[in-house]
C-alpha cells in the first residue's frame, strides 16, 4: 500500500509541476530521493550521478520554486520517471499559456482543461524557446504584452521552431498593429480583446483537432527527419516478438552529441537545430538500410539494429561516429559523438530498461573522454568510477600522507588548480584563500559549471561569505584535520 501511496504522490508532483506557479521544494528532494532508491533496487548506478547534480543544483534554491526553476531541475532526469522507472503519464493534449502575468494562465486554465487538454504556464519566451518539447504542443497561446521584452530575431526564432513541430500558434493582442505583425512573424491565430471567449475556446478546439489529426498521422520528428518515440515503441515491440518467436536477437544503441549545450549556447538555438538535422542526415547515411533511426530527445538518437553481431554493430557504430566527427559546419568546429550500445537477447525487460542498459554505456562513453563507442557489459555496470578532488599544491603537499587514498566504489585523484578540467566526473574543489590568484581561473571555470560537477569546500567563514550560495561546505578551526575530515565525509556520501 505503501508504494502506491509512494506513486501517487509521484504523480501528483509531476502535475503540480506543470500546473502550479509555484511547487515546493520539499516535493522535488522526495522525487529526487525516491527516484534514487528504485534505480539503485535495479542496478542503473551511472543514473545516481545524474540525480546528484540535480540535487545539488536543488541544495542552491529556496525553499519554494517557481514553476521554470522546478521544471529546469527535473529535465535532466525526466525520461527516466517515465520510461527506467514505468511511471506512465496519460497522454494528453499539451497547450503552453505563454504570459508575464499568472492571472491569464488562472483564467484559461479551466477552459483548457475543459477541452481535454492539459495547460502549461510559462513566462517568457526564452522559456519557450528552452522548453522539453519531448511531448510536443497541441497549440501555444501567447500574450502579446510579451513581445516588447524581447528582440525581433527572438520572437522569429520562437515561430520558426513551433513551425517546424506543426504547432499552432496564438496571440492574445490588443490592436490592428499587433495583429498585423502576428501574422507577419507567422502566427496562426490572433484573438483581440473584444472576442468573446466562447468563440476563443471553438477557435483553439479547431486548432486543437487539427494538432491531434498532425500528430496521428506523423511517425516522424519533424525536425530531425528521423523517427519519433511513438514509432520507436511500435518496432520495438515487433523486435521482442520475434525474439519470442525465433530468439532472434538485436541491438539498441544510444547515441549523444557531444558538448551541445554549449554549442547551442555559443551559437543559438536555431544553428543548434540545423546541427541536429544535419548529423541526423549522416547517421541515416551510414546505418545499413534496415537498420531504424529514431530522435529519442534532445540531442540524442537511438538506433534499433536488427543483428547483435558484435563485429557488425561495432562497424556500423564506427562508421557513424567518423562520419559525424569528419563533418564540417559553418562555423569551423567539430561535432562529435558519443555512442553507447546493448545487445537485447531476453525478455522480460521493458524498453526502458533496455534503453538504460544502452545508455550506462554512453555514459561510459562520456567518462572515457566521449567520441567512442562502448558496449554494455558487466564491467561497464562495475568498473570503478573517479573522484578528483582539486586543491592547491602547497595544501595538497602539506596534508599528502593524511588524505584518504582508498574507497569501495571510487578512484580518487588529488590534483592542483593548474590541472583542474572540466569532466564529466565526481569533483570536489578546495578553496584555498591564501592562493587567490593560484584559484582565481578555476574558480571562475568551476563557477560556470556550478551544479554539474563541483562539490566546493571554502577554508574559511570569510570565503564562504564571499562565495555567496556558490559554497557547498567550509572549514573551521585545525583546517588540516576538517579538511581531510571534511574529504572522508564527501567521499561517504557518493552514489553507490
Not at 525516491?34 to 540535480?54: A, D, G, N, P, T
Not at 551544479?451 to 585545525?478: N, R, V
Request: with cysteine; glycine share 4%.
Amino acid at each position: 500500500m505503501e508504494q502506491y501511496q509512494q506513486i501517487d504522490r509521484i504523480h501528483h508532483i509531476l502535475k503540480n509541476i506543470s500546473e502550479a506557479r509555484q511547487i515546493p521544494k520539499s516535493d522535488i528532494e522526495f522525487l529526487l530521493k525516491w527516484m534514487k532508491m528504485e534505480v539503485k533496487q535495479r542496478r542503473f548506478m551511472h543514473l545516481l550521478e545524474i540525480f546528484s547534480r540535480v540535487e545539488s543544483d536543488a541544495r542552491e534554491l529556496p525553499d519554494t520554486l517557481s514553476q521554470a526553476e522546478a521544471m529546469a531541475l527535473i529535465a535532466p532526469v525526466k525520461r527516466y520517471i517515465h520510461t527506467v522507472l514505468g511511471i506512465d503519464q496519460e497522454e494528453e493534449d499539451l497547450v503552453l499559456i505563454l504570459s508575464a502575468s499568472f492571472s491569464t494562465y488562472s483564467r484559461y486554465k479551466p477552459r483548457v482543461e475543459k477541452l481535454g487538454a492539459r495547460p502549461v504556464f510559462l513566462q517568457s519566451i526564452e522559456d519557450a524557446i528552452e522548453y522539453d518539447y519531448e511531448d510536443v504542443p497541441k497549440a501555444i497561446i501567447m500574450d502579446v504584452e510579451l513581445w516588447p521584452q524581447f528582440k525581433e530575431r527572438d520572437i522569429q526564432s520562437f515561430v520558426s521552431k513551433m513551425k517546424k513541430l506543426y504547432v499552432p500558434l496564438i496571440v492574445i493582442g490588443t490592436n490592428e498593429h499587433y495583429r498585423l505583425a502576428a501574422y507577419s512573424y507567422g502566427f496562426d491565430d490572433y484573438w483581440e480583446s473584444w472576442i468573446p471567449m466562447e468563440e476563443r475556446l471553438v477557435r483553439l478546439g479547431l486548432h486543437i483537432e487539427k494538432s491531434r489529426l498532425v500528430s496521428n498521422a506523423l511517425l516522424v520528428d519533424e525536425l530531425t527527419g528521423a523517427f519519433n518515440r511513438k514509432y520507436l515503441k511500435a518496432t520495438f515491440g515487433r523486435l521482442i516478438s520475434r525474439l519470442e518467436r525465433s530468439g532472434e536477437s538485436f541491438t539498441i544503441a544510444l547515441l549523444d552529441i557531444d558538448y551541445f549545450k554549449q554549442l547551442n549556447d555559443t551559437y543559438g538555438h536555431l544553428y543548434g537545430d540545423d546541427v541536429l538535422a544535419r548529423v541526423s542526415e549522416e547517421i541515416r547515411l551510414a546505418i545499413r538500410s534496415s537498420d531504424e533511426l529514431i530522435r529519442y530527445g534532445g540531442e540524442e538518437f537511438l538506433i534499433l539494429m536488427n543483428v547483435s553481431d558484435h563485429e557488425v554493430v561495432e562497424k556500423v557504430l564506427e562508421r557513424v561516429r567518423t562520419r559525424i566527427q569528419e563533418m564540417d559546419f559553418p562555423y569551423k568546429h567539430q561535432v562529435t559523438v558519443s555512442i553507447g550500445y546493448t545487445r537485447v537477447c531476453q525478455t522480460g525487460l521493458t524498453m526502458g530498461e533496455w534503453c538504460a542498459y544502452a545508455d550506462e554505456a554512453l555514459y561510459k562513453a562520456k567518462r572515457d573522454g566521449r567520441n567512442r563507442v562502448v558496449r554494455y557489459s558487466s564491467a561497464v555496470r562495475d568498473e570503478k568510477r573517479l573522484a578528483y578532488v582539486t586543491m592547491s599544491s602547497d595544501k595538497y603537499s602539506k596534508l599528502a600522507e593524511k588524505l584518504p587514498k582508498e574507497h569501495r566504489r571510487y578512484e580518487i585523484i588529488y590534483r592542483p588548480y593548474e590541472a583542474y578540467a572540466c569532466n564529466d566526473h565526481v569533483e570536489m574543489f578546495i578553496l584555498d584563500e591564501s592562493r587567490p590568484k593560484e584559484s582565481k581561473g578555476t574558480l571562475s571555470a568551476v563557477k560556470e559549471q556550478r551544479g554539474k560537477y563541483s562539490h566546493i569546500l571554502a577554508l574559511s567563514k570569510h570565503t564562504a561569505s564571499d562565495l555567496s550560495a556558490l559554497y557547498d561546505d567550509y572549514a573551521e578551526g585545525d583546517h588540516d584535520e576538517v579538511i581531510t575530515q571534511k574529504i572522508e565525509q564527501w567521499l561517504e556520501r557518493l552514489p553507490e
